[in-house]
């Protein structure tokens, strides 16, 4: 068994250093330098064993997934990573286990170049807590509140692997290891997001599902859209699903991390272009109309109805 303070000691050692933090792990609170000019963005979330992660994920995937969903919060908001603390709810102490999730963690960490400044750690249900800090030039962060009427809408990536995941998953199956490390190893849309600044109206990362994250961006600027199924970006293992199910897992599957954004349509070759740049995959799926609601069409043109519309905890 270690103390706490052995495990936070591990968790110092294993910390790569950044030079704008004056003070990291090991004071009361951690000391950073933020550059003028720069406005801080902040984000946490939170990860509980069984909601936010089948209870068989791999250690190392609780680590990378934890930071990864935090990192993705500051992609949509146009934000260069920067800092993260994390605070860790443990069943037991258990450095082994410690070692494990910090081989994911601090790989997206370092990824990133991410500094871990400090924490908590504490006994009682397996849950992971992280704050990650950004920073972006004064005012050009990208936000919900921006779409406007006429625009493009896009997607980065694809979507839906990891909810068929999920699925398969929780019926007590096994998902192809493609779809299942969707899954667990998301990858935050961190230089898509860089490179949407100055381009994008609203942004917002596609974290509960598409509708629903996209209804955000729709409520914060008062607009509608209208999404084209068909044109929903699919991996080579989902275009062999149903259409039906496939929209389902699309739509208004979750965990997909990818980015939604809209765009005034004058922008479309430049959002390409930046795109590009980022190594991002691209997609524009539908069009900012006036009034209220997302519509989801059939290639027929008629209006899909969804069963839900994403993933909500308290419904
Ligand atoms: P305090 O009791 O003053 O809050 P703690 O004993 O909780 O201090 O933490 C000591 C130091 O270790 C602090 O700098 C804190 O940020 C850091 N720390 C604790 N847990 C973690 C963790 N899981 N990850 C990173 N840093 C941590
Ligand atoms: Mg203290």
Not at 64 to 72: C, D, G, Q
Not at 124 to 137: D, E, N
Not at 282 to 305: D, Y
């Amino acid at each position: 068994m270690h103390s706490e303070f052995d495990l936070v000691a591990h968790i110092r050692s294993r910390v790569a250093p950044r030079s704008d933090v004056v003070l990291g792990i090991g004071d009361d609170a951690a000391v950073i330098d933020v550059p003028r000019g720069q406005q801080l963005v902040v984000t946490t979330d939170t990860l509980n064993a069984g909601v936010h992660f089948p209870r068989d994920t791999p250690v190392q995937a609780i680590g990378w997934k934890s930071l990864a969903v935090n990192l993705s919060d500051l992609a949509a908001m146009g934000a260069q990573p920067a800092w993260c603390t994390l605070s860790l709810s443990l069943p037991e102490s258990s450095q082994a286990w410690l070692d494990a999730f910090l081989d994911g963690f601090l790989a997206m960490a370092v990824q990133h170049q991410v500094c871990l400044v400090g924490g908590d750690t504490t006994r009682g249900p397996l849950s992971i807590s992280v704050t990650a800090m950004g920073l972006v030039q004064s005012g050009s962060a990208l936000r919900r509140d921006a779409a406007c009427v006429g625009d493009d809408l896009w997607v980065t990536g694809n979507l839906g692997d990891p909810s068929a995941a999920l699925e398969t998953i929780s019926a007590g199956g096994d998902a192809p290891a493609a779809l299942r490390d969707r899954l667990d190893r998301p990858s935050p849309r961190i230089a898509a997001g860089l490179r949407l600044r100055g381009l994008a109206g609203g942004c917002v990362d596609v974290s509960d599902g598409l509708l629903a994250d996209l209804g955000h961006i729709c409520s914060s600027s008062g607009v509608g859209a209208e999404i084209e199924l068909s044109l929903l970006p699919a991996s080579s293992v989902l275009v062999g699903f149903d259409d039906a199910l496939r929209w389902r897992h699309q739509a208004t599957g979750g965990d997909d991390y990818e980015l939604c954004f809209t765009a005034p349509a004058a922008l479309r070759a430049k959002v390409v272009q930046a795109m590009d740049l980022a190594q991002t995959p691209v997609t524009r799926i539908g069009t900012i109309v006036a009034g209220q609601g997302v519509r989801a069409l059939e290639p027929n043109g008629s209006q899909w109805q969804p069963l839900r519309m994403g993933y909500q905890h308290f419904a």
